[in-house]
């Protein structure tokens, strides 16, 4: 059985237009989480025995998850980072948890569960004891997509020795959330804020895999691609919208736009080349050393974050003062796209990536089949 892309195209422009209802209140994309799960994307990353596709691993499954992800950003930025941190989760529990621990994950997504990752702290960072049998939490955790209806967050939390483990908290709705300080300008549909978990009890098998295993390599960067793919398919709406409204005002045959819309078209394409090399060398990740996979991905985030800003540059300059008005969803995409490429240490990934293939050429993932 083949997954429904059909279907998740056809509801692209509903997706969008929940976006754009739902933006002025920061209000979260219900309808569209309960479409997509009625589809099949939330459990699309389970293996096949425990209900799902095991897209993202190999070759076909890599490309047929960099489909998916993409199409959800063309219909949505904030739905799709709410997706991809489901995923994201799911794919860490697989990684570093116990066959248990997946069951019970899976269980949770065919019952209806929405998964997120929350690693930012805040003013008390999360911390984590042993006491009386069990885990007790202190701290709380910043920028957390879904506060108000993830339903398992995956958290990192420190010891006291100063290890980070991560741990699968259910949220009952008893904890204390907040919007996000000041609230952001764009992505305002991802429901994203401050989770306060003082108090907390949890059972030992609460933890997942061992100390130091979220940011163990390849994975803490392999991951990004999957950020990348959402991100472009707000990239490639764009460069539509560009083209789209340009014709309509009857300026799309001006040698000047003509210029714009071809960069953008450029741009969108590099975006994809780059996301698509680093979906297929996370997906057999097995066939590369450890360092090849992250410098990859990482030089793969520098190139899709530069294509975007390219292309929201491109967006505003070709369409001028039409492109800052609240009517026109350009808009909003582009405060989502801004907002989502806003990826940390930008810098540090890039200097990173280059000392790697300064004496490594790159790998070529897309030659396997």
């Not at 071809?262 to 080349?273: F, K």
Request: charged share 20%; proline share 4%.
């Amino acid at each position: 059985m083949t997954f429904p892309f059909d279907a998740l195209s056809a509801c692209r422009a509903d997706l969008e237009a929940e976006a754009s209802a739902n933006d002025p209140q920061a209000a979260f994309p219900a309808e569209g989480i309960a479409r997509l799960r009625k589809l099949g994307v939330l459990s699309v990353t389970l293996p096949e025995t425990l209900g799902g596709r095991g897209s993202g691993t190999g070759h076909r499954g890599g490309m047929e998850l960099l489909q998916l992800l993409q199409l959800v950003g063309q219909g949505s930025l904030a739905l799709g980072r709410i997706v991809e941190g489901h995923i994201n989760a799911i794919r860490l529990i697989a990684c570093y948890g116990t066959a248990d621990q997946l069951a019970r994950a899976a269980m949770d997504v065919h019952d209806g569960a929405l998964f997120g990752v929350w690693v930012t702290d805040g003013a008390s960072p999360l911390r984590m004891e042993h006491s009386d049998g069990g885990i007790r939490l202190q701290g709380e955790k910043l920028f957390a997509s879904g506060v108000h209806h993830v339903t398992r967050a995956l958290v990192t939390a420190r010891t006291r020795a100063d290890t980070t483990y991560m741990l699968l908290v259910p949220l009952d709705g008893t904890r204390t959330v907040s919007p996000a300080f000041g609230g952001l300008a764009g992505m305002r549909g991802a429901g994203t804020g401050r989770c306060d978990f003082s108090a907390t009890r949890l059972p030992p098998d609460a933890m997942i895999g061992q100390e130091g295993d979220y940011l163990r390599q390849p994975e803490f960067s392999a991951g990004a691609w999957r950020g990348m793919a959402v991100a472009l398919g707000g990239i490639a709406r764009l460069t539509s919208l560009l083209r789209l409204q340009l014709v309509k005002r009857g300026r799309a045959e001006s040698p000047a736009q003509q210029a714009r819309i071809g960069r953008a078209l450029i741009a969108a394409e590099n975006a994809y080349l780059w996301t698509r090399k680093a979906a297929l060398t996370a997906a057999v990740q097995d066939r590369y050393d450890v360092d090849e996979v992250a410098a990859t991905v990482n030089l793969a985030r520098i190139a899709v974050e530069r294509a975007g800003l390219d292309v929201l540059e491109l967006v505003q300059r070709g369409l001028g003062l039409s492109a800052f008005t609240r009517a026109n969803v350009v808009e909003r995409l582009v405060r989502d796209l801004a907002t989502y490429l806003r990826q940390p240490a930008p810098d540090e990934t890039l200097c990173e990536a280059a000392a790697w293939f300064t004496h490594h050429d790159l790998p070529r993932p897309e030659d396997m089949s």
